[in-house]
C-alpha cells in the first residue's frame, strides 16, 4: 500500500508558482492523485492543495521535505505537509445538547471522519452516558465559580491527549482571548445561525422574533471575537410563519450536525486555508 500524502500551501501569487512546486515533486518521482487550487485576487495569494504518493517516488521522504522547504523559501510558501495516515487527535466540547456530539461520534465510528476522537471535555454531565457507550474518556469539567480555572483545566485535556483539533460541538462558554491565540486555527464551533445574523448563545429565539424564513448553522474557526471567526460551513433550511422556536430549534439541530461534521472533515483532509478573516475550500 502506498503512502498518500497531503501538501496544503499558500503563496503570494505569480505566473509559475504550481508548475514549480510540481515539477519538484515530478522530479522527487511523487505521484500526484488530486490537485486544486485557487488565486484570490483581492489579496494576489494562491492556494493549492496536492495529494500525492510514494508509489514511484525516487528519494527518501526526508529528502524530499528538504527539497520543498528549499524550494518554500524563494516563493515564500507557507505550507503544510502529512502523512494521511496520520488522523488528526480531536477533542470535542460539548455542553447539554449532544446532537452535534453524537453525530460526529456516529460519523467517526462509520469511518467517514478522518479523525481520531481522544477526548470530550464537557462543564456538563448530561454526555457523560453517550460517551461511555463509545468507550471514550470524559471529563466533567463544572464551572463552578472559576470559569479562568475552569478553562485551565479544558487546555490541560486537550494537551494531555496532544490534540490537533478542538471542536465546539455546542460548548456553550466563551473561549478567552489567551486560549483562543493558544488555539489559532485549532479549534472550531458550531453556531446555531446563519452568521452574521443573530450572534450570541440565543439565535433561534432572536430569529423566532424577527420572523426570518430560514434558519442556519455556521461552523467556523474559533476568534476572540465572539462568532466573528473565518467560516467554513455553512447550512440552511426553509421555515414558515408556523414554526416554534421549540420546532425551530429541532429543525436546527439536523443542519446544525450537518455543517460542523463537515466542517471537520474538510479540517482533517487539509482543504481548509485561512485566508486573512475568510476561508478557501480546496475541493
Ligand atoms: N472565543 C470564542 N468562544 C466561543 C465562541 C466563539 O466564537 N469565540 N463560540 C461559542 C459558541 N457560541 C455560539 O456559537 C456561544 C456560546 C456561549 C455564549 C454565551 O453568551 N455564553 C455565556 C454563558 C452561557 C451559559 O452559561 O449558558 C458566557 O460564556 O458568559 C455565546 C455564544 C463557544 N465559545
Redesign the pocket.
Known amino acids: 500500500m502506498n503512502n498518500q500524502y497531503i501538501l496544503t500551501w499558500q503563496c503570494p501569487d505569480s505566473s509559475g508558482v504550481l508548475a514549480k512546486v510540481t515539477q519538484a515533486l515530478f522530479e522527487h518521482g511523487a505521484f500526484i492523485t488530486e490537485t486544486s487550487q485557487y488565486s484570490d485576487p483581492y489579496t494576489d495569494t494562491f492556494f493549492s492543495r496536492i495529494a500525492f504518493d510514494d508509489r514511484q517516488l525516487k528519494v527518501p521522504m526526508e529528502e524530499f521535505t528538504d527539497a520543498l522547504e528549499a524550494l518554500a523559501k524563494p516563493l515564500q510558501l507557507h505550507y503544510q505537509l502529512r502523512n494521511a495516515a496520520q488522523l488528526p487527535k480531536v477533542v470535542i466540547a460539548v455542553?447539554k445538547d449532544e446532537h452535534c456530539l453524537v453525530s460526529l461520534l456516529t460519523k467517526w465510528r462509520a469511518g467517514v471522519l478522518p479523525i481520531d476522537i481522544v477526548a470530550v471535555v464537557s462543564n456538563h454531565q448530561k454526555c457523560e452516558a453517550i460517551c461511555q457507550f463509545h468507550e471514550l474518556p470524559y471529563h466533567y469539567l463544572p464551572?463552578a465559580d472559576d470559569k479562568v480555572a475552569q478553562e485551565q483545566q479544558l487546555l490541560a485535556v486537550f494537551e494531555q491527549y496532544q490534540g490537533d483539533l478542538l471542536v465546539?460541538a455546542r460548548?456553550?462558554?466563551?473561549?478567552?482571548d489567551q486560549l483562543?491565540t493558544r488555539l489559532a486555527g485549532k479549534a472550531i464551533?458550531?453556531?446555531?445561525s446563519f452568521l452574521p445574523g443573530f450572534?450570541?448563545?440565543r439565535p433561534y429565539h432572536q430569529a423566532h422574533k424577527r420572523g426570518v424564513k430560514i434558519i442556519g448553522a455556521t461552523a467556523?474557526y474559533?476568534?476572540?471575537?465572539?462568532?466573528?471567526?473565518p467560516i467554513i460551513v455553512q447550512e440552511v433550511k426553509a421555515i414558515d410563519h408556523s414554526y416554534t422556536i421549540e420546532q425551530m430549534v429541532h429543525t436546527g439541530h439536523d443542519i446544525e450536525a450537518i455543517a460542523l461534521s463537515r466542517a471537520v472533515r474538510l479540517h482533517a483532509e487539509q482543504r481548509i486555508c485561512l485566508n486573512g478573516d475568510k476561508t478557501v475550500i480546496l475541493t
Not at 464551533?189 to 446555531?192: D, F, L
Open positions: 455542553s464551572i465546539l460548548y456553550m462558554q466563551i473561549l478567552s483562543c464551533n458550531i453556531h446555531h450572534k450570541g448563545a467556523h474559533v476568534t476572540s471575537d465572539l462568532d466573528e471567526g
